[in-house]
Nanobody, 125 residues
């Protein structure tokens, strides 16, 4: 069982930056692949970024590539999402998720077994 708790969301102006954190419980964090997803009001939840268990592989959705960076600290059981050059369309609830398939890159939500509650990110124009 893995429990995930996100933090770092808030209100920021367009062009600004935020760093989200996702703290995980458990002693085998490095074996889990981690992902960030987001859901805007009235829209389906969508993939944002993911990282392999070792941190050696990452993958980004096209709409955040070059602006967002996913990273992890396995010693601290934490995954991060650094978000730069934020746009109003980035406004959403951001959730982290964990998959036991830590050696692969997965962008499909159903492959992730554990989810956090989410943190709100609001970008004003």
């Amino acid at each position: 069982q893995v429990q995930l708790v996100e933090s770092g969301g808030g209100l920021v102006q367009a062009g600004g930056s935020l760093r989200l954190s996702c703290a995980a419980s458990g002693r085998t964090f490095s074996s889990y692949g981690m992902g960030w997803f987001r859901q805007a009001p009235g829209k389906e939840r969508e993939f944002v970024a993911c990282i392999s268990g070792s941190g050696g592989r990452t993958y980004y959705a096209e709409y955040v590539k070059g602006r967002f960076t996913i990273s992890r600290d396995n010693a601290e059981n934490t995954v991060y999402l650094q978000m730069n050059s934020l746009k109003p369309e980035d406004t959403a609830v951001y959730s982290c998720a964990a998959t036991r398939y830590g050696r692969t890159i997965l962008i499909v939500q159903k492959e992730y077994e554990y989810w956090g509650q989410g943190t709100q990110v609001t970008v004003s124009s």
